[in-house]
């Protein structure tokens, strides 16, 4: 028992959730995003967050916009392992942020731009296993196999719930050098709330009371809440030249760690238990480091009604702490390529769509059943309404198409899936749909 690792592998859960960008950054922070996806080289408000140099180019005035999201995502996993049968088992979980909410603002008065932000910049929802995990199921019937108990003799609950939401607080400056190039710098705080609940129980079936010895059956129950902060630094530079637009942006590592408030409880005839639960006891520090990301968008102003963006964004996940040094097992950085156009079809109307494309630096020993990533596509489409000379109304729709991850695991001893010095195979799946409303208004 003292290398079981439902409570390790539950606390990495709330790691990922989030519904676009990197492992642990949300980009999706304005409805023009889902209309467009690339916007690093916007100057409007929403470059508050893509392209926040590019505000030195605004109009003079006050700018304000309101935005609302609403994100689903499931996540399946089929496990073929020999103790579940002879077909795979399927496992289920849903993660659901029903209203994500940010607000930009910006002040620009002659060269100088001022702006600030709130937005969920990572994580923003719950995720919900209610009927387990197979490297749970999968290593409780391997240990209770090996004390001669078969599963026709017990039934094993388990189900947990994670949730995670990174708030972002920004302020920053532009300054618009001259025609052409403006520059910025700022910082963003984070603060990190996150928790989870979880339970494996594991009973003896009718007839087998008296059969299985006492103390063979585990049963956990754990319910942790963390929390923790860390300040990034940001710097970005645009260039205007005519028809074409350059908007650069670089947001520095930010270290992060999270304390537990715990509340635990263990089976008492299940004393090893304790061990495992120590790295999660109240007060404990883990690190939630937030990568540092690079983008660079090029644009290009083809018709007066009709824009063009091409867009690149590097995740510095390598170099970013996680719980256990999760990140070495990653074989590279993320890279995200992003396409996006618009189209006034009319003075009050435009319609616009984009693609997006991520690929991770997967491996084997980074992907966990609580804890996956799978590359994809994204498509986003929307459009913008003038309701005023003032007053914008933006909606979008954004969804994803993962590519399926196969984790096929041979036997071994030690090792084996799940540590069970068995084979046995996981297929990752997931999916992803966002809608959202928003308002820009310029006083």
């Given amino acids: 028992?003292?290398?079981?690792?439902?409570?390790?592998?539950?606390?990495?859960?709330?790691?990922?959730?989030?519904?676009a960008g990197g492992i642990l950054t949300n980009t999706n922070q304005h409805i023009s995003f889902l209309r467009m996806i690339a916007r690093g080289a916007s100057i409007d408000i929403d470059g508050v967050y893509s392209n926040p140099a590019g505000l030195g180019f605004l109009e003079d005035g006050f700018y304000l916009s309101l935005n609302g999201q609403s994100a689903y995502q499931t996540r399946t996993i089929h496990s073929t392992f020999a103790l579940f049968g002879a077909e795979p088992r399927k496992y289920k979980g849903t993660a659901s942020a029903p209203f994500i909410p940010s607000v930009q603002a910006?002040?620009?008065?002659?060269?100088?731009?001022?702006?600030?932000s709130?937005?969920?910049?990572?994580?923003?929802?719950?995720?919900?296993?209610?009927?387990?995990?197979?490297?749970?199921?999968?290593?409780?019937?391997?240990?209770?196999?090996?004390n001669g108990l078969n599963s026709s003799m017990y039934t094993i609950n388990s189900a947990m719930d994670g949730k995670q939401y990174i708030y972002g607080f920004q302020l920053?400056?532009?300054?618009?050098?001259?025609?052409?190039?403006?520059?910025?710098?700022g910082?963003?705080?984070?603060?990190?709330?996150?928790g989870y609940e979880g339970y494996l129980r594991t009973t003896a079936n009718p007839g087998y009371e008296e059969v299985i010895p006492s103390g063979a059956l585990p049963i956990i129950e754990l319910d942790c809440d963390q929390a923790g902060w860390g300040i990034t630094p940001i710097i970005g530079a645009d260039v205007k030249l005519g028809k074409w637009n350059l908007g650069l942006k670089y947001e520095f590592m930010t270290n992060v760690n999270i304390e537990n408030k715990?509340?635990?409880?263990?089976?008492?005839?299940?004393?090893?238990?304790?061990?495992?639960?120590?790295?999660?006891?109240h007060g404990v520090n883990t690190p939630n480091d937030i990568p540092a990301l690079l983008t660079a968008a090029l644009g290009y102003e083809i018709l007066p009604t009709l824009r063009a963006t091409v867009e690149y964004h590097q995740f510095f996940d390598k170099d970013a702490g996680m719980a256990n040094n999760k990140q070495k097992a990653l074989k590279g950085n993320t890279h995200e390529y992003l396409f996006g156009v618009e189209w006034d079809v009319l003075d009050?109307?435009?319609?616009?769509?984009?693609?997006?494309?991520?690929?991770?630096?997967?491996?084997?020993?980074?992907?966990?059943?609580t804890s996956f990533s799978c590359d994809s596509y994204s498509v986003g489409l929307g459009a913008a309404i003038n309701l005023s000379s003032r007053l914008k109304l933006n909606v979008g729709y954004f969804w994803t198409?993962?590519?399926?991850?196969?984790?096929?695991?041979?036997?071994?001893?030690?090792?084996?899936?799940?540590?069970?010095?068995?084979?046995?195979?996981?297929?990752?799946?997931?999916?992803?749909?966002?809608?959202?409303?928003?308002?820009?208004?310029?006083?």
């Fill in 187 to 194: 910082g963003r705080m984070n603060y990190v709330k996150s």
């Fill in 1 to 19: 028992m003292k290398k079981f690792l439902f409570i390790s592998a539950l606390a990495l859960m709330v790691s990922n959730l989030t519904f």
């Fill in 262 to 281: 715990t509340k635990m409880s263990y089976s008492p005839n299940n004393p090893n238990l304790q061990e495992a639960l120590k790295p999660y006891e």
């Fill in 172 to 185: 920053g400056a532009s300054y618009k050098i001259n025609d052409y190039l403006s520059v910025f710098a």
């Fill in 401 to 443: 198409s993962y590519s399926d991850y196969t984790k096929d695991v041979a036997a071994a001893n030690p090792g084996g899936y799940n540590g069970t010095t068995m084979a046995g195979k996981d297929v990752y799946s997931r999916t992803n749909k966002v809608f959202g409303l928003g308002i820009d208004y310029k006083f």
């Fill in 118 to 146: 709130f937005a969920v910049t990572g994580g923003g929802g719950k995720a919900s296993f209610d009927t387990g995990l197979p490297m749970f199921d999968s290593k409780i019937m391997a240990l209770l196999a090996l």
């Fill in 106 to 116: 910006a002040y620009k008065m002659g060269n100088w731009a001022f702006s600030g």
């Fill in 348 to 369: 009050r109307l435009t319609i616009s769509a984009g693609y997006q494309k991520t690929d991770y630096g997967l491996s084997d020993d980074f992907q966990v059943d």
